[in-house]
Nanobody, 124 residues
Framework: QAQLVESGGGLVQTGGSLKLSCAAS????????WGWFRQAPGKEREFVAS????????LYADSAKGRFTISRNDAKNAAYLQMNSLKPEDTAVYSC?????????????????WGQGTQVTVSS
């Protein structure tokens, strides 16, 4: 049974940085696309970033462009989200997801595997 586990969340001040990790087990995701999504209290889940199977193509939400960087390490069967210049509006539960069809996507319904999420809180 494939499993995704996020880590790296926490409390950070405005302007700070965090790096989220998503570790996969149970199957190899080297040909899959990875995505990061977030959900703030009382809001719908929203797309943050996606990376394709080769790492050569990325897609970002407007809110993430220039501040966040998605990456992958197939040797570790993992994906990452480096978040810089964090703002209070970035506060949310961040979840990673894997899409077997390895192209980038901003649609949550395109992803078959999901982690439980990690809390990111940015204080003002």
């Amino acid at each position: 049974q494939a499993q995704l586990v996020e880590s790296g969340g926490g409390l950070v001040q405005t302007g700070g940085s965090l790096k989220l990790s998503c570790a996969a087990s149970g199957r190899t995701f080297s040909s899959a696309a990875w995505g990061w999504f977030r959900q703030a209290p009382g809001k719908e889940r929203e797309f943050v970033a996606s990376i394709n199977w080769s790492g050569g193509r990325t897609l970002y939400a407007d809110s993430a462009k220039g501040r966040f960087t998605i990456s992958r390490n197939d040797a570790k069967n993992a994906a990452y989200l480096q978040m810089n210049s964090l703002k209070p509006e970035d506060t949310a539960v961040y979840s990673c997801a894997a899409r077997i069809y390895g192209l980038v996507s901003a649609m949550g319904s395109d992803y078959s595997y999901w982690g439980q999420g990690t809390q990111v809180t940015v204080s003002s």
